[in-house]
């Protein structure tokens, strides 16, 4: 798929289902140093508003590289490379609660062709919670390729 001659608005794939189970939300603790009880108390959280525990917003944002390969196979096709370069508007909309399955699903928004044989992609990253109304997460995804 040569995602440059794409127009804008063109959903390029959703992933299949993934779990995120508390084996997960406590290695990512672990990881990052962020043991917050919402997090890793199953005790604690069910006590909270939220009614148990709940992935970290950042895990589910750095899902996204994972859920976008499994999306969109030939995203890196033709390229030597590619580079996460930022986010623009990232929001955190609904919690992920342990046990519960997500997937990615990404739209092109854009393409810049750079210099030197480079081009920004702009993709609408959604990660959808299964049987929720809202999305746990939504953002613009910069991502700088390097042409062959």
């Not at 702009?122 to 390729?145: N, T």
């Amino acid at each position: 798929m040569d995602i440059g001659t794409l127009p804008p608005g063109s959903l390029l794939g959703v992933s299949p289902w993934q779990m995120i189970d508390q084996d997960m939300i406590n290695r990512f603790a672990d990881l990052t140093m962020d043991h917050q009880f919402i997090h890793v108390d199953p005790v604690r959280a069910a006590a909270s508003p939220l009614g148990g525990t709940v992935a970290h917003g950042f895990l589910t944002l750095s899902l996204a590289s994972h859920l976008i390969a499994q999306a969109v196979p030939g995203l890196q096709d033709g390229i030597t490379g590619s580079l996460n370069y930022g986010l623009d508007r990232l929001r955190f909309l609904n919690p992920v609660r342990a046990g519960s399955r997500v997937r990615g699903r990404f739209t092109l928004t854009g393409v810049e062709q750079r210099g030197d044989g480079a081009r920004l992609l702009r993709v609408g990253v959604e990660i959808e919670i299964e049987g929720a109304d809202r999305p746990a997460m939504a953002a613009d995804w910069l991502i700088m390729q390097m042409l062959d």
